[in-house]
């Protein structure tokens, strides 16, 4: 396995190193053309590729379309890293009753079955404004999302320590999905052969969703991503593992929660109006869920474990 990985790191380091970091406000392409140029490439040579509209934008006039096609399967050249901190952050628009879904890839151009995690929206159109992200090292986990509005997806991948050791944080639309200092690899401990890029890929006939303003640096400094934002709405989750009761406390109000079992299931929601709230949980089952506190700031997804009473 190390060697398998060693020497993908030097192939992938002569063929991948000339990749930059890099702005995209997708205002460079034409309305109505597919973008096959500079970070962006596909699948199919030039013929499944992110489509330039004009029909929503999140700043200026234009933006990247992933439509309903079943076939458009493009991906964001990310540079196949294989050591430093990178950090992606780029906007999306889901409307209303449409599904959209991409993956991390580890090698562009594509690698077969080197796809790691998959992060669903809306999926099969049975969860508007919820989504997970799927095989992670974490399991499935739930987080939620606006429709008809723009939002915000960054993440951070620290590869310093070799990317067998990488570790990674995601945030969408504010929720803090993947935690910093999560292990980046799938959840059957599958390690990437790099930090390749990002496939958007055309799902269903339901799909369509929208991409914009990309930014893609060295974040020689860390993974550091909204963390103001989180500081100022932090919650915490106690005691946790816990067998009967849970005690949300928050730095602002709490405006509700969902819990998700282990499979993105909800099990339990509720709408509250308090800095701190306990929760039943004795009804659930063994295991392990995930909660999505809500606050006038942001969504915080936080990992429980139910345990039976000794």
Same mark, same amino acid.
């Given at each position: 396995? %190390?060697? &398998? ?15 930059? =970091? ?21 699948? @199919? ?10 029909? /929503? ?23 196949? $890293? ?28 594509? @690698? ?17 404004? $919820? ?24 993440? @951070? ?9 990488? =570790? ?60 103001? =934002?989180?500081?100022?709405? $932090? ?24 819990? /998700?079992?282990?499979?993105? %299931? ?22 392990? /869920? ?12 936080? &990992?429980?474990? %139910? &345990?039976?009473?000794?």
């Amino acid at each position: 396995m %190390k060697f &398998k990985h060693l020497l993908s790191a030097i192939i992938l380091f002569i063929t991948g190193s000339i990749q930059a =970091q890099f702005t995209d406000n997708m205002e460079s392409y034409t309305v109505g053309q597919p973008i096959h140029e500079g970070h962006w490439t596909d699948w @199919c040579g030039g013929t499944c590729s992110v489509i330039s509209t004009d029909l /929503y934008s999140h700043s200026t006039t234009k933006s990247g379309l992933i439509p309903n096609d079943s076939n458009t399967d493009s991906a964001l050249d990310l540079g196949n $890293k294989i050591f430093g901190i990178w950090s992606l952050s780029f906007w999306m628009y889901i409307p209303t009753n449409k599904e959209a879904f991409w993956s991390l890839i580890g090698c562009v151009p594509m @690698c077969a079955e080197d796809w790691h995690q998959f992060i669903f929206f809306n999926y099969n159109l049975n969860s508007p404004g $919820k989504g997970t992200v799927e095989n992670t090292s974490l399991g499935t986990i739930p987080f939620l999302f606006p429709h008809d509005q723009w939002f915000n997806v960054s993440f @951070c991948v620290d590869i310093t320590s070799g990317i067998e050791n990488a =570790q990674w944080q995601l945030h969408i639309a504010g929720n803090n999905v993947i935690p910093e200092g999560t292990p980046y690899i799938s959840e059957s401990g599958e390690i990437p052969t790099s930090l390749g890029g990002i496939n958007f890929f055309s799902i269903s006939s339901n799909n369509e969703y929208y991409v914009d303003d990309f930014t893609y640096i060295n974040a020689q400094e860390g993974c550091l991503l909204n963390t103001s =934002q989180f500081n100022r709405s $932090k919650i915490t989750l106690s005691p946790n593992p816990s067998e009967n009761e849970l005690t949300l406390t928050s730095l602002t109000l709490m405006n509700g929660f969902t819990i /998700y079992d282990a499979i993105g %299931k909800q099990v339990m929601s509720r709408s509250i109006s308090s800095n701190q709230f306990a929760i039943d949980i004795s009804s659930l089952t063994n295991g392990i /869920y995930f909660i999505t506190t809500i606050t006038e700031n942001t969504f915080q997804t936080l &990992k429980f474990i %139910k &345990k039976s009473a000794n």
